[in-house]
């Protein structure tokens, strides 16, 4: 496997992030592999090298500035300048506004926001110098308004215009910013609300799954086809999109 370009991708330890992580890693990057806690990195990590892939655990919290800019600057250095960014990373604190706490708010708001921003601008220097750039940044179908969920939804719309946005700025530089909003995805965040409202996650997928028009639930593996898409070298004329990936016409 020839190694062409150096990807980061973020909350990459579990659900979407880790098998974006893979399906790059298998497309011929070498990957780093960030989440809060870096030990929870190493069997992604393990996996992308059994398969022959090249890649890195990354400790790193996404909203706290020094802690981006000294991981980028790691992953430069140990795996070549970084020219594909995934922001992944992601929490929900759902409730109703009535219940919702300011504390609830900005966790959301700085994870998928703040994060986003500060990767992207530690990142986008080494793409501007290389003349080549792919980011790619997770939205949700929650971005179009969804009960119990003001912070989220109002995050990942926001996500939809910072995006279109990077694509504005970055275009002249070779880089292309695009955004993926997944549906109905089975990860430990589904499995997690399922928890929340007392319902089995089997039950809670399968209630999804009728109102989804192809009948079935995502995949993390869904998600990362799109990614693979949008990061490709071939992608270069498609930028500021948002792909709604949820088996079936937006959400
Ligand atoms: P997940 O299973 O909860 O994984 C999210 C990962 O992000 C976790 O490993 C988490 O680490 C990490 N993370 C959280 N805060 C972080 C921070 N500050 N810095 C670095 N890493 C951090 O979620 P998922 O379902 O795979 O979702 C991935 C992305 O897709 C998210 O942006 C999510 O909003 C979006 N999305 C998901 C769905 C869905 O149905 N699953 C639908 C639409 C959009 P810890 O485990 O240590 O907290």
Redesign the pocket.
Known sequence: MTITRTAIV??????????VAKRLASDGMAVAV????ES?CKPVVAEIEAAGGKAIAVG?????ESAVEYAVTRIAEELGAPTVLV??????RDNLLFRMTTDDWDTVM???LR?AFLMARTAQKHMTEAKFGRIVN?????ALGNRGQAN?SAA?AGLQGFTKTLALELGKFGVTANA???????????A?TAERMGVTFEDFKAGAAKQIPVAR??R?DD?AHAVSFFASAEAGFVSGQVLYVSGGPAA
């Open positions: 973020t909350g990459a330890a579990r659900g979407i992030g880790a098998a960030i989440d809060l806690d929870a790193a919290d996404v909203t706290d922001n992944n990373a992601g929490v929900i700085n994870v998928h994060g997770l939205s949700s179908t929650s989220y990942k993926i909003a997944p549906g109905f995805i089975e990860t430990e965040m589904t997690a639930t995502g993390p998600i």
